[in-house]
Each structure stands twice: as C-alpha cells, then as structure tokens.
C-alpha cells in the first residue's frame, strides 16, 4: 500500500529556508511523477515542483513563482521526496503536500492535481514579512 509522509514544514522569516521531506512508502515503479504542490488559505492547489522518471530519464519541472529558489530531489536510499526552499517569501505560505502517480507517458511540466493518485496528509509552511 503507498504511502507519502511529510515533515519539514514551519515558520520562517522572508528570505529564510525550509526543507521539506517526504517519506514514500510502498510505491514501486520505473515510470512516474512526484511532485509537491501547495494550497494556500482560499486558492487553489497548484502544481510547485516535479520529478518526472520515465525509464532512465529523470526530468524537473518547476512552477514559476518558485524557479531559482526552490529544488526537488529524491533520496533513493532513504525512499524519501524532498523540496530545498530557500529565499521564502510571504506568498509561499500555505499547506504543502507531496504526491505521487505511477506515469504514462510523460509527467506534466505544469503538473495537474487531479492526475496524482498518492497524497501526504501536508505540513504548513508560514513565511512572516
């Protein structure tokens, strides 16, 4: 059974870093999307990084409001997902959920929630001004 479990989450200043971590579980497979997205209070949940494996091609894939400050990367080793933030803003602040989907034929640049089976329970980031 998968199983996606955040941590990593909290308050910082503006222009601080957090470090998102997602520990996967019982998910086995040489083709799929992981990605994180973020739900802010009243808005809808958005797409915010990706890593597409197709075989042995790896991909990243990264929303706008977040390119040259955010990084996903995986730990095989540890079977965990985890998301690098730095220079945090206030418009960062939200719940933020790892998900999974075993691929098709390719993952989304601007990844789409509805197409991701396996969801985190989510851990809150809160950037201050």
């Known amino acids: 059974q998968e199983q996606l479990v955040e941590s990593g989450g909290g308050s910082v200043q503006a222009g601080g870093s957090l470090r998102l971590s997602c520990v996967v579980s019982g998910f086995r497979a040489s083709r799929y999307c992981m990605g994180w997205f973020r739900q802010a209070s009243g808005k809808e949940r958005e797409g915010v990084a990706v890593?597409?494996?197709?075989?042995?091609?790896?991909?990243?894939y990264y929303a706008d409001s977040v390119k040259g400050r955010f990084t996903i990367s995986e730990d095989d080793a540890n079977n965990t997902l985890n998301l690098q933030m730095t220079g945090l803003k206030p418009d960062d602040t939200a719940m933020y959920f790892c998900a999974a989907a075993y691929a098709g034929t390719r993952c989304r640049e601007r990844p789409l929630s509805y197409e991701y089976t396996f969801w985190g329970q989510g851990t809150q980031v809160t950037v201050s001004a």
């Open positions: 890593v597409s494996v197709l075989g042995s091609s790896t991909k990243y």
